[in-house]
T-cell receptor, first 112, second 113 residues
Framework: ETGVTQTPRHLVMGMTNKKSLKCEQH?????MYWYKQSAKKPLELMFV???????ENNSVPSRFSPECPNSSHLFLHLHTLQPEDSALYLC???????????FGPGTRLTVL | AQTVTQSQPEMSVQEAETVTLSCTYD???????LFWYKQPPSRQMILVIR??????QNATENRFSVNFQKAAKSFSLKISDSQLGDTAMYFC??????????FGEGTQLTVNP
């Protein structure tokens, strides 16, 4: 595998479920990001990790919980989501925080 | 706060012709980066081109080039010899502080055969 991969590609969950999104980068980068892309809205930055430490959290609700166990993996743990959380969730990585970001294919999340 | 504006929600172009997508941004910073990303129907966000604000020379990548006007805070993308595979949503993005990409709302480009 090359680049940035995300699993699953599609996820349907109920409001009471707990699920996790996974992102893996094969580029040797040391910074990783989660974005939310909703219909008719610009991409919104959710979380930034640099050298496995969270460096930014853009006022994201606590029902979204990120985890970065190492520089190659990033998770987004989901629990008690709302229907308005339905969106495309994109992961990205970069070599250092001021470098170009490369994106994964995204996870299409639907909350029923 | 930085803002990015793409005033063309949709555009279309005939195959092999040239099209220009507009982007303006607002910032008080002098050093920053600008990007164009494309997102085809597969939803994969793909980097098209990157411009450093301190460079006066416009960036080019094969059929893609930019017209960067720093004083006017304008960053347009020109696609030459358009191909059917260029059909996608195109996003202009701004990055000043490192890691904080601000995206525009996107322009849906359709290349017609």
């Amino acid at each position: 595998e090359t680049g940035v991969t995300q699993t699953p590609r599609h996820l349907v969950m109920g409001m009471t479920n707990k699920k996790s999104l996974k992102c893996e980068q094969h580029l040797g980068h040391n910074a990783m990001y989660w974005y939310k892309q909703s219909a008719k809205k610009p991409l919104e930055l959710m979380f930034v990790y640099s050298l496995e430490e969270r460096v930014e959290n853009n006022s994201v609700p606590s029902r979204f919980s990120p985890e970065c166990p190492n520089s190659s993996h990033l998770f987004l743990h989901l629990h008690t989501l709302q229907p308005e959380d339905s969106a495309l969730y994109l992961c990205a990585s970069s070599q250092n925080r001021d470098s170009t970001q490369y994106f994964g294919p995204g996870t299409r999340l639907t909350v029923l | 706060a930085q803002t990015v504006t793409q005033s063309q929600p949709e555009m279309s172009v005939q195959e092999a012709e040239t099209v220009t997508l507009s982007c303006t941004y607002d910032t008080s910073e002098s050093n920053y980066y600008l990007f164009w990303y494309k997102q085809p129907p597969s939803r994969q966000m793909i980097l098209v081109i990157r411009q450093e604000a301190y460079k006066q020379q416009n960036a080019t990548e094969n059929r893609f080039s930019v017209n960067f006007q720093k004083a006017a805070k304008s960053f347009s993308l020109k696609i030459s010899d358009s191909q059917l595979g260029d059909t996608a949503m195109y996003f202009c993005a701004f990055d000043h502080s490192g890691s904080r990409l601000t995206f525009g709302e996107g322009t849906q480009l359709t290349v017609n055969p």
